[in-house]
């Protein structure tokens, strides 16, 4: 007995001692192992967080990452997007595995080809990629690179013993001499793969002053359509076509413009592609279909019943789940009568779609408007099924007969009979001169549109030009007889 305590009681006491500080060591363990297994799952979701699934490579985030680390530094670095052409072509043609085996095999033609080059590869997405080529002096250092990938990707790849030669465009940019900050840099290196994707491609292309005053040029468009808009400096303009058959037939193409206060009158080609990117296109289709409507019904009053305008429709437009909504409301808001207001889609019909496309031309045909196609980039499994929607008229370009033409000479007719064959009402626009049109009065076409038999007119001359029409109708039938 030790203090009062016997031995039996002293053994317990150390047995629970010995117990507790194992329990305690256990516990101190567990807690380690925990907080390590939570560090390896953070590394592992941080390393899949900036890894591409499909090449194991970095990815859009590390990518940005990379760039914002690098941004702020002393040494230039060249940033490079490579994007590839055609690769839709190839998944619709393999098939995507086949594309996601095209893709892997690129990129570990992109990194082998930056071994030892201080250069990394990114997927973006897609067929979209991104070069990051560090400690170089001059653009003769980022050309040898380049150079290089450019030779390496003249080899084929081959995917399911199919030979592919891979074409590209690539675009460069350089910090700092080109921009000092993320956004910019990125945007000048787009820049240059865009023009080099339409000056050649299977080439790389370096940003530089001319680029950057056409980028410039365009955020100052931009920010003037949004102006514009507000500011109420659009406006409608319309062009006849004339019936071959039976020139008293009234029919015009309202043509959007925008007045602008320093360049003047710009056509709707100048300033399409920004309103389209900017989301104005919508509000713009649906202001020059408002307005042709409520001419319609003023000249209307005047005794003028048989006119009809046809109002073109953006891709972007259509592709909305409320489009056919929006023009039946407005139709219908101004108590139009059925088969004035033709609607022109210029979309690719795609057999996938085909049935979008009958569900919403049918809504269309059911409150009397009238379709028009103006693409003739039809799938060819798509042909029966076409032939089978609710269409009334094709649009084709006189470019085809033009002396200039790179087109074979006997085109247009087949257009036209193939278009006939479809049981569709044919139209020629951009008819420019006599020899044009000669050539079509001995054709199977329709209507003729240009500048040969009419100028454009502003839409509030429209009841003037329609007081004044029986002359031009005489001096188009005489236009005729002579030829």
Excluded at 323 to 338: Q, T, Y
Aim: proline share 1%.
């Amino acid at each position: 007995m030790i203090f009062g305590i016997s031995y039996d009681e002293l053994k317990t006491i150390y047995i629970n001692l010995i117990s507790i500080l194992v329990i305690f060591l256990i516990g101190m363990i567990a807690y380690r192992y925990s907080i390590l297994n939570k560090i390896r799952e953070q590394k592992i979701m941080k390393k899949q967080a900036y890894t591409d699934p499909l090449t194991c490579g970095g990815n859009r985030q590390l990518f940005l990452k990379v760039v914002d680390n690098l941004i702020g530094g002393k040494n230039k670095f060249a940033l490079c997007f490579l994007d590839l052409d055609g690769f839709k072509q190839i998944n619709d043609t393999l098939g995507h595995d086949a594309g996601d085996e095209l893709l892997k095999k690129l990129y570990d033609i992109l990194s082998n080809s930056l071994m030892k080059k201080n250069g990394t590869v990114y997927r973006l997405g897609g067929d979209e990629f991104a070069i990051i080529l560090t400690h170089v002096e001059t653009t003769e250092d980022i050309a040898k690179v380049l150079d290089k990938i450019k030779l390496d990707l003249r080899t084929p790849i081959v995917i399911e013993n199919t030979n592919i030669l891979l074409e590209y465009s690539l675009g460069v940019a350089i910090y700092p001499s080109d921009a000092d900050n993320r956004k910019d840099l990125l945007s000048y290196a787009d820049d240059a793969m865009y023009y080099i994707k339409e000056h050649g491609k299977n080439n790389y292309y370096f940003h530089n002053k001319v680029l950057k005053a056409k980028q410039e040029n365009k955020n100052k468009m931009e920010a003037d359509l949004k102006k514009a808009f507000r500011e109420g400096q659009f406006g409608v303009e319309l062009q006849p076509r004339f019936n071959l058959k039976d020139t008293s037939e009234i029919i015009f193409e309202a043509l959007l413009y925008w007045n602008h206060p320093v360049l003047g009158h710009l056509k709707a080609e100048y300033f399409i592609k920004q309103a389209e990117e900017l989301g104005l296109i919508i509000k713009l289709d649906e202001f020059v279909l408002e307005k042709c409507l409520e001419k319609l019904n003023e000249v209307k009053k005047k005794g003028f019943n048989n006119v009809k305008i046809a109002v073109n429709n953006s891709n972007k437009h259509s592709k909305r789940s409320d489009f056919v909504d929006s023009i039946c409301n407005i139709i219908e808001k101004h108590s139009i009568e059925k088969g004035l207001i033709q609607i022109e889609y210029t979309d690719i019909i795609k057999v996938s779609e085909i049935e979008n496309y009958r569900s919403m031309f049918g809504k269309l045909k059911n409150i009397g408007v009238n379709i028009c196609i103006t693409n003739l980039e039809i799938e060819h499994d798509t042909l029966s099924l076409v032939a089978d929607l609710p269409i009334d008229e094709m649009k084709l370009n006189v470019q085809y007969i033009k002396e200039d033409s790179k087109f074979n000479k006997n085109i247009l007719k087949d257009l036209i009979r193939f278009s006939k064959d479809l049981g569709y009402n044919v139209t020629v626009t951009h008819v420019e001169t006599k020899e044009e049109f000669t050539k079509l009065i001995s054709s199977d076409v329709d209507n003729v549109q240009g500048n040969f038999l009419s100028n454009r007119i502003k839409l509030n001359m429209l009841g003037d030009y329609l007081k004044q029409y029986s002359e031009y109708k005489a001096s188009v039938d005489n236009i005729i007889r002579n030829i």
